[in-house]
């Protein structure tokens, strides 16, 4: 029974990936990508798949199907990838070194610190606090830099 189970999951998977054809893919993911990354919705905490499949007057399985296709990851799990991308950025950009860590899970559109830790840490296996401490001693500060700068111009 377990048996037949899975090959009845395996058939539905195939079947609703198959219910766009490639062409449609292509263009869906385009057309993703343009609102989700260029348009930066992925910083909305609000922007679901729901609302991406209306603004594409499409529907959710489609999205789905799309987003498993052609990124090979679910939802969520795109969506993510992006403000994790952003907040690596802003983690080791002097402009923001005085925000917290709810700061900047804020504003890459997390709406909690722990989603924020989470997706962090499965994506590069460390928490963004550790990824930030690694940068800094791979990278003095500017701050340090500038110290040096000073301290070389006094010997001169």
């Known amino acids: ?80 990838k992006y403000r994790i991308d952003e907040a690596m950025t802003l983690l080791v950009d002097k402009r923001y070194q005085d925000l917290n860590m709810e700061d900047i899970s804020n504003m890459v559109g997390f709406s909690n610190r722990q989603s924020f830790y989470a997706s962090f840490y499965k994506i590069n296996g460390i928490t963004p606090r550790e990824y930030k401490m690694k940068h800094l001693a791979q990278h003095p500060s500017m701050k340090e830099k500038k110290s040096a700068k000073k301290a070389k111009q006094t010997q001169a």
């Open 1 to 80: 029974m377990a048996k037949y189970n899975i090959t009845e999951k395996k058939e539905k998977e195939a079947a609703y990936r198959s219910l766009v054809s490639p062409k449609l893919m292509d263009e869906l993911k385009e057309r993703i990508l343009e609102i989700i990354l260029i348009q930066k919705k992925y910083k909305d905490k609000t922007y679901s798949a729901k609302k991406l499949a209306e603004e594409l007057g499409t529907n959710t399985r489609y999205i789905s199907a799309v987003v498993n296709v052609r990124f090979h990851m679910n939802y969520t799990s795109f969506v993510n």
